[in-house]
């Protein structure tokens, strides 16, 4: 009886841990793909055609110089064929993308909430990066956002997600609609006060309607609740700091991807705090 209740906790602690290992590798391989994602989006280029090569030298590079974060490591941050420095960041999407995955994996295990905010948290990593480069949150990945949106949406009918609570088949839609819309007024008001289209960026309106989707609507203003609450404090520390004119363009899309990943992780949490805390619920 005591060896089989063993070993059963053993079975399921092996079965843990293979689970962990085995998302925190597909975490890097997906980020390494983002890596390419990254780099090529902008330039209108394709991710998949040609074969990742050295940016500066031009050789084509092997599957042993591919393997997430450990050929960096193995290389010493050079390029095999002409010594160029690789950059870090190569590596550090590939670890960033395996990190949001454990915790992902850690507060909602095997479940498809798992996997559509691993989808979801992936495509928003490549926004956060090509945000913060080019200032720009291109279209293609509004889309695949968008499209990844429907396995929540389809699924929400069936049978519960955890990050709506409720099943109502009008959830994820409204919460398109509020992040969208809201983003929308204040690009507009944005548009009213300071006469320019740059207050609020195209993209981080249309940005909203597929994390609305993904988050249903009462995540979706916490999301953008974290999302303006954060971007509203590094503003005033950069001004008081002097790193920025008052009227210089804001990147918000990394706000974005940050305030949904936070609110994937703590934000009903935190929701239930506030109403139970400040407003006495
Ligand atoms: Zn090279």
Do not use: Q
Not at 112 to 119: I, K, Q
Not at 174 to 189: Q, Y
Not at 221 to 227: E, H
């Amino acid at each position: 009886m005591g060896t089989s209740l063993n070993l059963g906790l053993l079975f399921e602690t092996g079965f843990t841990v293979f689970c962990y290992i085995s998302v925190a590798l597909l975490g890097l391989l997906v980020g390494s793909f983002l890596n390419v994602c990254i780099y090529r989006i902008p330039n209108d280029e394709s991710v998949v055609r040609p074969r990742s090569h050295c940016m500066k030298c031009g050789h084509t590079l092997g599957a042993l110089d591919l393997v997430p974060v450990f050929s960096y490591l193995f290389l010493k941050g050079r390029c095999r064929y002409c010594g160029e420095k690789i950059s870090p960041r190569y590596a550090l999407v590939e670890l960033l993308t395996s990190v949001v995955y454990l915790l992902l994996f850690w507060k909602y295990g095997l479940s498809v909430d798992f996997l559509a905010s691993a989808y979801l948290m992936s495509v928003l990593i490549a926004v956060f990066f090509i945000d913060l480069d080019h200032m720009i949150i291109p279209n293609k990945l509004v889309v695949a956002a968008l499209v990844g949106g429907v396995l929540p949406f389809v699924y929400n009918i069936f049978r519960p997600m955890d990050i709506y609570v409720d099943r109502k088949w009008w959830n994820p839609l409204l919460g398109a609609f509020i992040g969208f819309g809201f983003l929308l007024l204040v690009a507009i008001v944005g548009y009213l006060v300071y006469k320019t289209d740059e207050a609020m960026g195209g993209g981080d309106v249309k940005l909203f309607a597929p994390i609305g989707l993904f988050l249903g609507w009462k995540m979706t203003i916490v999301a953008l609740f974290i999302s303006f609450v954060s971007a509203g404090i590094v503003s005033i520390v950069l001004l008081l700091l002097k790193k920025k004119e008052r009227r210089s363009t804001f990147v918000f899309g990394p706000f974005i991807v940050m305030g949904t990943f936070f609110t994937y992780l703590f934000g009903w949490e935190l929701l239930e705090w506030y109403l139970s805390t400040l407003l006495h619920v």
